[in-house]
């Protein structure tokens, strides 16, 4: 292998700014249809900072796993290194990346490498030279998943909004071609002047869509205020934790859920009538950790739901090893939102998967029943909040759930119309 040097080498120009839009947001690079049907085959790469441990990281890249798997592609390896912080120019050491680049020229079916953390534009342009592949970082991986997965015209608004969002500060990497390379007159005007053009379009645009997004922002209040005074109740929760699976069961809807990431992404609203009592159910996108910054500016019209729900149901994958760390980021998240102090049923769901990765299998049915009860004892003293083990696929104990929910549901009656008699 030759040995890799840093320095600026004379390369073909890359691909101009109009198919970078239309192409960057789709992992198998096919215009506007989405993702490619084909597998793509990729290799991971995560770093150990500082207060992290192998496990941790090991955990991450589980989660950079599945994003690839619902984005399309296979993982085949991955590569972790220890390090302070980043290396400003390949993210990784440089004898990482050569690992990285004899792996890759020994598996041939590989065209892809994904970073568990967002990278520069001079780092990826560095890096995209140098391995001669395919170069994500997290956050663009995910904005592919919400382009692919955005059905209304709120949600592609906002899924392209985050995107040029994201583009803007790294459009350098696209002209590199034209900067100066050896010194001289004349060699720095074209290329800055190509690069200020890009910028120019593309706040346009952001500017465009903003503007689109607040009309459509208006059309969603008028809905909201058409669904007078019902109490409305919000299901939030990381991704992949069940909530349209819930949605369904308590609306009796047909809601699409699916056993990947970010299965729903504009909020769904339903009208459920217990007995007599009617109420309104939202079902919201998932969270995530690391969800890109400018990806929950933009979906902060989406998130009004939350911000206006009277309660709120959490739900958390109990059978997921990194439950805690997902129970904090959603937390943070209702924080930012402004939506933390409200009343919340925490639903533990999946109890029949941590059943079977923690009991054994002749465990008698009184220990199995004394474990729950002292797990639910446990979880609220923990979190300090009302919680329920259920399974929402096995339909199991949601009997519980709906008692409870009533509970909850009566008493914000009585709140807002205290002078009124209910019958509920």
């Known amino acids: 292998m030759t040995k890799y040097s840093f320095e600026r080498e004379e390369r073909k120009p890359l691909k101009k700014l109009k198919e970078f839009m239309e192409h960057n947001w789709n992992v198998g690079e096919k215009k506007k249809t989405g993702l490619k049907k084909g597998t793509e085959h990729a290799v991971l790469v995560g770093l150990i900072q500082r207060n992290q441990t192998e496990e941790q990281v090991e955990e991450y890249l589980d989660e950079l796993e599945f994003l690839a ?3 399309g ?15 400003p120019r390949t993210f990784v050491g440089k004898g990482k990346l050569e690992e990285v680049f004899d792996y890759i020229e020994w598996h041939e079916e590989i065209n892809m490498v994904i970073f568990d953390d967002d990278l520069s534009g001079k780092q990826t342009s560095i890096l995209e030279e140098f391995l001669k592949v395919k170069i994500i970082d997290r956050s663009s991986l995910i904005l592919d998943i919400f382009a692919s997965r955005a059905q209304t015209a709120q949600a592609k608004t906002q899924v392209e909004l985050a995107q040029m969002q994201y583009m803007l500060p790294r459009l350098r990497g ?25 910028r120019r379009i593309v706040r346009d645009k952001i ?12 059309q969603n209040m008028t809905q909201r205020k058409n669904r007078g005074q019902l109490i409305r109740v919000g299901l939030v929760g ?5 909530k349209s699976t819930l949605m369904n069961l308590l609306t009796k809807s047909e809601v699409f859920a699916e056993n990947k990431l970010f299965a729903t992404l504009d909020t ?27 990806l929950v500016e933009s979906f902060k019209s989406t998130l009004d739901e939350v911000r206006e729900s009277d309660i709120l149901i959490h739900v958390v994958d109990i059978a997921h090893p990194n439950h805690e760390d997902h ?21 533990f769901n999946k109890i ?33 909040c009302e919680n329920i083990l259920i399974s929402a696929i096995e339909k199991e104990n949601i009997d519980g759930l709906r008692e409870k929910m009533t509970k909850m549901i009566k008493e914000q009656y009585k709140v807002r119309y205290p002078y009124q008699s209910q019958r509920w």
């Open 327 to 347: 129970i904090k980021t959603v937390n943070e998240t209702l924080k930012d939102l402004g939506a933390l102090d409200k009343p919340t049923l925490m639903v």
């Open 73 to 87: 592609a296979k993982t085949v390896k991955r590569f972790t290194q220890k390090m302070d912080s980043p290396n």
């Open 268 to 294: 769904t609203v339903r009208k459920a009538v217990w007995g007599a009592m009617p109420f309104l159910v939202s079902d919201t996108v998932g969270f995530i950790r690391k969800l890109p910054h400018h």
């Open 238 to 242: 990381y991704t992949n934790v069940g």
């Open 352 to 384: 029949d998967l941590y059943r079977k990765k923690n009991f054994d299998l002749y465990l008698e049915a009184e220990v199995k029943e004394e474990i729950e009860t002292n797990l639910q004892r446990n979880l609220q003293n923990v979190f300090d």
């Open 69 to 71: 798997l619902t984005a």
């Open 174 to 198: 696209l002209w590199t071609h034209l900067e100066r390379q050896r010194g001289g007159i004349g060699m720095r005007g074209p290329g800055e002047q190509e690069i200020e053009t890009d």
């Open 207 to 218: 500017s465009k869509l903003k503007k689109k997004l607040e009309k459509i922002d208006q």
